[in-house]
Nanobody
Framework: VQLVESGGGLVKPGGSLRLSCAAS????????MRWYRQAPGKEREWIAR????????TYADSVKGRFTISRDKAKNTVYLQMDSLKPEDTAVYYC???????????WGQGTQVTVSS
């Protein structure tokens, strides 16, 4: 099982980034996909989730209206489009896969996002 995040980097406030998480080794459609983030000195924070069918997405209040989660079943990839970025969005962003039915749970290695002028 692998979750490989990419797309992080340095961006100025107000800018955009799109993170990708490529999944392999499990049945992608049977897993809820989530994005978390962890800023220095803070606990890991859930920010977005999308159901296995891709028809239901929910967001933390801190990112609602600015971030969009989506998934491509043909590519076994989940995305996080991040717009109107703020310095407080600076964190390591992690992809997570949780079985819709069952207890299997997987994490990616994380990708750094830095929002700074």
């Amino acid at each position: 099982v692998q979750l490989v995040e990419s797309g992080g980097g340095l961006v100025k406030p107000g800018g955009s980034l799109r993170l990708s998480c490529a999944a392999s080794g499990f049945t992608f459609s049977r897993y809820v996909m989530r994005w978390y983030r962890q800023a220095p000195g803070k606990e890991r924070e859930w920010i977005a989730r999308i159901a296995g069918g891709g028809d239901l997405a929910t967001y933390a209040d801190s990112v609602k209206g600015r971030f969009t989660i989506s998934r491509d079943k043909a590519k076994n990839t989940v995305y996080l489009q991040m717009d109107s970025l703020k310095p407080e969005d600076t964190a390591v962003y992690y992809c997570n896969a949780g079985a819709t039915y069952g207890t299997s749970n997987y994490w990616g290695q994380g990708t750094q996002v830095t929002v700074s002028s």
